[in-house]
């Protein structure tokens, strides 16, 4: 049942925040999205995040200016000197510290800006990435510390927590929005349409597969 | 009793952290210090941090630009066209929703990258300034998310929290830097010599006066 409040949805344009997009607006009458330019190796993600903000009719599309991230850490999602591996049992070469910390907290003062107290991220648990600020644990106790923070009721929902990627996919058949997913961008690359072979094209791809629906995505 | 490990300072060049700055290098061999260029109404703050940090004995002074955060919230301090005013029950206009949240953030960031564990900030609940981001229950809060965050063990420690400004003021005499206090910066009015009149040079005074310790700092 929708609310007559707002929400912000936290939207980089990938396949997980799209999915949250389309859960705030069956949510919510109005539905505002925020999307960080961090220094990303791809400026395609920005493009497609207004894209797809147009398309799903968010009432406003924020862009904020995040390089300050990108320089305060060194890492290879903003810097294109340090290959991209995966590891594992450590943390990917891809994580900067504290990510998501600063794109909620920064979230959280636009939200209040905009008289909006529930904040959507997609955030999850079970895609196995090992980034400890993707937990739930990480989400409640942020939740806390932005209430005493700033002093404003904050609620941050995370639709994906719990959810496969087929279960992602899933819910987005659901809620009817399959077709958005044409304009998301996964590929490590930067490509579009997408190489299909990146570790994010295929793990994209084996999510689609497990929950037996074709990606409207165009691949290489 | 001096630890042989490190410590980083969130250091503004006021009073308040230039106390705990002497608590730092009496409890740890070396220390850093890191301050923060927000668009502070006086760059004044900017450069006595500085001259402080060399003073002390400081083995690293970090400045780090969060021009964003001034950018990102409306208020007086970082914004020449809005009057200080001061109002009792209500936040004062130089508040910055989420200051000390994201200070401390990019401090833990700064401080994993350094390889040191302990932050020290003067956050302080007995100033009455109402900042909810001073509080212990915040700084607890946060600790807590920042270790969930970043996974690494922080502890930030806060020695004036409970202090009274006379208190303040007392500790700094039993540190034996006092003299330490002629180059902090206070004043609203961004003066040096301080203007002596403005709310800042007044509760700095009544701490001097009420501690029985004369200010070392040159008035107007």
Partial sequence: MKTATKA?????GGQDSTTCLAQAL???????????DYGQRHVIELEQARILAQISGATEHHQIDMQWLGRLTENSLTRPDIP??????????????GRNLFF???????????GIQ???TGVCETDFSGYPDC?????????Q???????????????????????????????GKLDW???????????????????????????????????PLPYL
Same sequence: chains 1, 2.
């Fill in 8 to 12: 912000l949805v936290v939207f980089s």
């Fill in 26 to 36: 069956a949510d919510f009458d109005s539905v505002e999205t925020v999307t960080f």
């Fill in 84 to 97: 991209i591996t995966h590891t594992n049992g450590q943390l990917p070469s891809t994580f900067v510290d």
């Fill in 104 to 114: 909620l907290s920064v979230a959280a003062v636009l939200a209040k800006q905009r």
């Fill in 118 to 120: 529930v904040i959507y």
């Fill in 135 to 143: 937990r739930d644990s990480f989400i409640q106790s942020l939740t």
């Fill in 145 to 175: 510390t932005l209430k005493l923070a700033i002093e404003y009721p904050y609620e941050i929902r995370t639709p994906l927590m719990w959810l496969t990627k087929a279960e992602t996919v899933q819910l987005m058949a659901q809620l």
């Fill in 181 to 215: 997913y044409a304009e998301t961008h996964t590929c490590y690359e930067g490509l579009r349409p997408a190489c299909g072979k990146c570790p994010a094209c295929t793990l994209r791809l084996k999510g689609f597969a497990d929950a037996g629906i074709p990606d």
